[in-house]
């Protein structure tokens, strides 16, 4: 098993660009999420998902959007992206009944300039 | 709603010294607690966690924690920490949402 897949793992952007973050996972896991890393904040949730074709948000959803329409792959897309996006983000699953075993992908760090 | 407050954002220590990283939750039910440790560069990997049962947990690489439910403390200790346990420790909490401190930059020094 590969775990938890992320690319690219360095991005970086103009103010006002739009890309999207891709992650996968080959574990067969209903629950997938993404969180933002910022220095002295810890780990911030910005999106989560409970299974295909449903998504919600975390604390700081402002500025991304998410879909899941495959159990695999959860996409995290930033339409306009802005300085204040500067981060890095990590995109994690676990299986939705064992609320504890959580995977982490190997990040992605991006910078808006 | 559920919150971690991790004490020291960082704890410097020579090697071989014991170490404690403090860390304090907020929560109006019962939780589940972890410990999560980012070497640098890298993503995080589960260090240990309490989910019933015992409240002293043992992890990887010699580390260990307590869970202190009266004083809704997750503190993690290691007895004698070596140059490569440097890296920066995060105290979570769960109750399906998992929910992070701010983190403790842990510095071993020679």
């Known amino acids: 098993n590969a775990g938890v897949t992320q690319t690219p793992k360095f991005q970086v952007l103009k103010t006002g660009q739009s890309m999207t973050l891709q992650c996968a996972q080959d574990?067969?896991?209903?629950?997938m999420s993404w969180y933002r890393q910022d220095p002295g904040m810890g780990l911030r949730l910005i999106h989560y998902?409970?299974?295909?074709?449903?998504?919600d948000q975390g604390e700081v959803p402002n500025g991304y959007n998410v879909s899941r329409s495959t159990t695999e792959d959860f996409p995290l897309r930033l339409l306009s992206a802005a300085p204040s996006q500067t981060s890095v983000y990590f995109c994690?699953?676990?299986?939705?009944?064992?609320?504890?075993?959580?995977?982490f992908g190997p990040g992605t760090r991006l910078t808006v300039t | 709603a559920q919150s971690v407050t991790q004490l020291d954002s960082q704890v410097p220590v020579f090697e071989e010294a014991p170490v404690e990283l403090r860390c304090n939750y907020s929560s109006s039910v019962s939780v589940y607690l972890f410990w999560y440790v980012q070497y640098p560069n890298q993503g995080l990997q589960l260090l240990l966690k309490y989910l019933s049962g015992s409240t002293l947990v043992k992890g990887i690489n010699g580390f260990e924690a307590e869970f202190n439910k009266s004083q809704t403390s997750f503190h993690l200790r290691k007895p004698s920490v070596h140059i490569s346990d440097t890296a920066e420790y995060f105290c979570?909490?769960?109750?399906?949402?998992?929910?992070f401190g701010q983190g403790t930059e842990l510095s071993v020094k020679p």
């Open positions: 998902s409970v299974g295909a074709g449903i998504t």
């Open positions: 994690a699953s676990r299986r939705d009944s064992s609320p504890y075993e959580q995977y």
């Open positions: 979570a909490v769960s109750r399906g949402k998992l929910i």
């Open positions: 574990m067969n896991h209903e629950y």
